[in-house]
């Protein structure tokens, strides 16, 4: 129970939720946003090969028991070395394996934290701990894992009508290994996609927090005859947020579809981001509609926005989430080009024809978003009325890009968000995107 005086309690709350504010009032001014990538290559993509390397993902399972000490982790450990027993040590074959692979080090995570709060009790010293992390990493074989990526990234470009070559697996791992792909533009390839999958499982903080399915991934575009880089990017998967129950109940369900789901939408972004996007020419912040609020791409008109999510629950119940005004609202938003797109490049802008919008909302999970419920594309307006009703007392994450077609080629703008940092980095909807809520 809080022993200070009452006023003194409310004094510094207020001081709490002022220093808050003001760090969103200066998120909102903050001019660091680095450059707009030179997209200038996608032009001459040309036939495509999509590789992987074999570099092995740092695997973490963040924001359970085992941040009470080094005798969760080792306790994690020995859980997660029995599982990979019982389940055959983490063998595997075949060109469907990766996601399974990574799927059952999920599972195998997800039980060793479990025995993680037992090692708690007893903590040992930090070298046993990090022997047991060792073990974990050698226990599986990355080279799979890394080819989910690869292949979700595949399917993708072939959806988008991409040129795909298929070329032998060892080739593509020989010229990934040397990282020269001169060899590959001797085989059809004038372009190399190379993905490496550089961090995979969740993100939090506390001792049973909820915490936040994580996958992560380096990006190289390279020029096959010239083997120069074109793109050196990192995009992120940002998705559902439970406690450690909640993912692994049900024998870990539910982390197993999530990152079945998180390869599937970044393997799709990845290749969107490469060969689709068109940078905003008006980099700017645009008014969000409400105090303190900024958005960057396709500003919200109504509802309007929040600033900048804190998480912190005092302010977040009065300021964080605009109410709309009936269950199926109509969202509306800036149209594109915007007057600043036409100032900074009218010369692209007089060329932009069939400019078509992409809507996405996903409902609110301890703070994070859940489920996508609502998904439109092809929408001809800068507007759309829900066909649908949303749930009733609910809270929503929702962004919009533009979808254009530019010198004979479809192009695609970055998603709205509320935050300065690149915004191509994560797929919609993220804990940066727009938000509201239901009466």
Request: net charge negative; with cysteine; charged share 20%.
């Amino acid at each position: 129970m809080d022993q200070r005086p009452p006023l003194l309690v409310a004094a510094l709350k207020s001081l709490r939720a002022a220093v808050l504010l003001l760090a969103l009032g200066m998120g909102a001014c903050a001019s660091l946003e680095p450059a707009p990538p030179d997209t200038a290559y996608q032009a001459r993509a040309g036939r495509l090969a999509v590789v992987a390397t074999e570099q092995a993902p740092e695997v973490r399972f963040e924001g359970f028991a085992h941040h009470r000490g080094e005798g969760a982790a080792t306790g994690a450990g020995g859980t997660f070395a029995a599982c990979l027993s019982s389940m055959g040590g983490g063998g595997c074959s075949g060109s469907a394996c990766g996601a399974a692979l990574l799927l059952f080090l999920g599972f195998c995570g997800v039980a060793g934290l479990v025995g993680g709060v037992a090692g708690a009790v007893a903590a040992p010293g930090a070298e046993q701990a990090a022997a047991s992390e060792a073990a974990m990493m050698r226990a599986v074989e990355m080279r799979t894992v890394q080819a989910t990526l690869r292949h979700a990234v595949e399917d993708a470009a072939r959806t988008a009508g991409a040129l795909v070559v298929d070329l032998p697996e060892a080739d593509m791992r020989l010229a990934a290994a040397s990282g020269n792909y001169r060899a590959l533009h001797a085989r059809g390839v004038d372009t190399v996609l190379e993905t490496t999958l550089t961090r995979a499982g969740t993100t939090g903080f506390g001792i049973d927090e909820p915490s936040t399915a994580h996958l992560q991934a380096h990006v190289r575009v390279v020029d096959a005859a010239s083997n120069a880089e074109q793109l050196v990017a990192d995009y992120a998967y940002q998705g559902r947020s439970r406690n450690l129950a909640g993912w692994s109940d049900n024998e870990a369900r539910a982390l197993v579809d999530e990152l079945a789901t998180g390869f599937r939408s970044l393997g799709s972004h990845i290749y969107e981001q490469a060969f689709e996007l068109y940078p905003f020419p008006d980099r700017e912040a645009h008014s969000a509609g409400s105090l303190l609020s900024v958005a960057f791409g396709l500003a919200p008109i109504d509802p309007p926005t929040r600033g900048i999510l804190t998480g912190d629950p005092s302010i977040g119940s009065r300021f964080e989430w605009f109410e709309a005004d009936t269950l199926q609202p109509n969202l509306r938003w800036q149209a594109f080009p915007r007057p600043g797109d036409v100032a900074a490049s009218p010369e692209d802008m007089a060329r932009v024809r069939d400019v078509r919008y992409e809507l996405v909302i996903a409902r609110e999970e301890n703070m994070a978003p859940g489920p996508i419920v609502y998904r439109r594309t092809d929408l001809p307006r800068p507007e759309h009325a829900l066909a649908v009703p949303l749930q009733a007392a609910s809270r929503y994450f929702w962004s919009v890009r533009a979808r254009f077609v530019l010198d004979g080629r479809w192009r695609v703008t970055e998603w709205g968000t509320t935050s300065f940092l690149p915004r191509d980095r994560f797929p919609a909807p993220s804990r940066q995107s727009y938000r509201f809520r239901t009466p």
